[in-house]
């Protein structure tokens, strides 16, 4: 027990702090508190005997009660009850709030993602528009002088602009012929309003990566929501991932459409990086039925950019809405149009370039310009033309260059090389015969064309399309048939040395490859090389399928000669019955001396004697 003398002191604290209705508490609460500091044990001490009988009398007017006074005896049940509603109801209040709180913070979110990614389509600021016009424009905003305008550019333009809807683009050509430039210059024109960018890989991780950051989408991976979720939204891979990416792409593409009355435009770039593989498959066709069912609701148009003929395979087989547009090399006018006005601006001192001049470069390494882009950084631009020439052979020779007397070891790369090269003299020997009638194809494809006709080749795929006399070509049959071996060509398509366009015509990929196909056939023991490395080639593989066959006996070699006798088999040579009786002389029915000059052996054709 306390000492009597501090009992008044605690007792006005105690109470302070509670409500007159519950002084059981208060006692409770005293009693715990002083008891360490006196050194009893943590159990209930009655402060006052008064207090004491006066719960004790409150507990038996209660019918249930305890220390805690008439106010809690008597009405024990009912101030119980209000407790348990209280919690109750604070519980189901604190549950009820944080569910709504959650529920609008999920909404905010979907709002916020689709907001996110209207605004990487906004007019405006483009990391990809930023690095064009750097490279397209002049100091002042103008375009730069020696810059050509492509036929395709008006068709491009439209499509940026979204004019053109209800269709898909694949757009086809070999490394470096512009099709990307064309592209640029149209969002640069309408500051990418409606337009995105990304550019294709190997790993469809980094295009998971690249999707969001064109669409700026983080795939919830900044949402808290998943504080609530059992699974990781990236747990079933980057494909499912693109997959959600483009679902919320189509949301904010109806708003889009709704809003503007016109299309988005994504564009994939180097879609050839895909590969092609069944993994590379699957994502290809999965970008397909999207671009399928975006162009058939007219709400996004996807464009597709290809350096390689198997993409144009793949998508072939499943499509209805895609258009094609092949970009080809610039013709000799439009060489020129680029070298004089290029070279002017950088050698402002020089004579100006000639049509002559032009023409020979052009003959040189065509109208790619990639190429044209350093050669005429050169004050002797022939020259420079040469050096590309001599290059590019030495680099085809060191991927597919003969060694007449090789090991067998590298038979599959010289029989690879071996059937190119039959292709590669085919092209040449094309392409000299029709060079007495360079001058008079030249001027046909001077004239230049109408509005009509040029939408008419646009819609044909046959835009900027040379004659024969300017474009050595082969089908893809006779590619075959001179090749010997069909799955070559899909290798060269992919290394750049030839081009299949989507009428399956076989080309060399530039006249600059031409050239260094025309160099090296051209050199003295060519042809005789051509033969040793095929004959070479061709006694290997009948080394490899030739047998050794060593016949022993228990003793040893036989010591003799054994004769093989190959051809029809003759009546003496039928095998004999098993019941044929042995000759009185003791031979066997087998043996005997007419088996030594092989008649009558009794063997089948081709066994050992």
């Known amino acids: 027990m306390l000492p009597r003398a501090a009992r008044p002191l605690l007792r006005p604290l105690l109470l302070q702090r509670f409500t007159p209705q519950r002084p059981w508490a208060a006692r409770a609460i005293a009693n715990n508190a002083v008891a360490p500091q006196v050194g009893y044990q943590v159990t209930q001490y009655d402060i006052d005997k008064d207090d004491r009988e006066a719960g004790s009398s409150g507990g038996a007017n209660g019918g249930a009660g305890g220390p805690g006074g008439p106010e809690r005896g008597g009405g024990g049940g009912g101030a119980g009850g209000n407790s348990a509603w209280d919690s109750a109801i604070a519980t189901a209040g604190g549950i009820l709030l944080v569910a709504g709180a959650g529920l609008c913070y999920h909404y905010w979110y979907k709002w916020e993602v689709l907001r996110k990614i209207e605004r990487a389509f906004a007019r405006g600021y483009d990391p990809v528009l930023e690095l064009a016009r750097a490279t397209a424009r002049e100091s002042d ?312 006709e040029t939408k008419e080749a646009i819609e044909l795929d046959l835009l900027n399309v040379l004659p024969d006399e300017l474009d050595p070509k082969v089908t893809y049959g006779e590619a075959r048939i001179i090749m010997t071996r069909p799955d070559y060509i899909v290798d060269l398509d992919a290394w750049h040395i030839i081009n299949v366009d989507r009428y399956h015509h076989v080309r060399p990929d530039s006249r600059l490859m031409l050239s260094a196909f025309k160099d090296i056939v051209s050199q003295e023991g060519f042809q005789e090389d051509l033969d040793t490395t095929r004959d070479r080639v061709d006694a290997i593989e009948s080394l490899h399928r030739t047998r050794e066959l060593t016949v022993k006996t228990g003793d040893g070699d036989l010591g003799g000669f054994l004769r093989l006798r190959v051809g029809d088999l003759l009546p003496q040579h039928e095998k004999r019955e098993d019941d044929d009786e042995e000759d009185d002389d003791g031979e066997d029915a087998v043996g005997g001396p007419e088996d030594l000059d092989g008649k009558g052996s009794g063997r089948a054709p081709g066994h050992l004697v």
């Open 141 to 452: 905003g103008t375009v730069r002088k020696g810059r050509v305008r492509r036929k395709e550019q008006d068709y491009i333009d439209k499509v940026i602009n979204g004019e053109i809807s209800g269709e898909y683009l694949l757009i086809m050509g070999p490394k470096g012929v512009g099709k990307t430039s064309m592209l640029l210059d149209a969002m640069i024109a309408n500051e990418a309003d409606g337009c995105a960018m990304l550019e294709a890989h190997e790993d469809p991780e980094v295009v998971r990566l690249r999707l969001g950051k064109a669409l700026d989408f983080e795939y919830n991976e900044d949402s808290f929501a998943g504080l609530f979720q059992r699974r990781d939204p990236r747990e079933a891979g980057p494909i499912l991932d693109i997959e959600r990416a483009l679902a919320k792409l189509e949301k904010a593409a109806i708003r889009f459409r709704k809003r503007r009355n016109r299309p988005m435009v994504l564009i994939l770039q180097n879609s050839h990086f895909i590969h092609d593989d069944e993994d590379g498959h699957a994502l290809l066709h999965m970008l397909q039925q999207r671009a399928e069912s975006w162009a058939q609701a007219g709400v996004l148009t996807t464009i597709f950019l290809t350096d390689n003929f198997h993409v144009y395979a793949h998508l072939k087989r499943s499509a209805t809405r895609m258009h094609v547009l092949s970009i080809r090399d610039l013709t000799p006018f439009e060489t020129h149009t680029f070298l004089s006005g290029t070279h002017a601006r950088l050698y402002p001192d020089k004579p100006p370039v000639t049509k002559a001049q032009s023409l020979r470069i052009w003959d040189l390494i065509g109208g790619r310009l990639s190429y044209l882009s350093k050669v005429v950084k050169r004050d002797d631009m022939e020259e420079a033309a040469l050096g590309l020439v001599q290059e590019e052979k030495e680099w085809l020779l060191s991927r597919l260059g003969m060694i007449p007397d090789h090991d067998d070891d590298v038979m599959d790369s010289m029989k690879e090389a071996s059937c190119s090269f039959l292709l590669f003299q085919e092209f040449a020997k094309r392409a000299e015969r029709a060079s007495p009638e360079m001058i008079t194809a030249v001027k046909k494809i001077e004239e230049p064309l109408d509005a009509e």
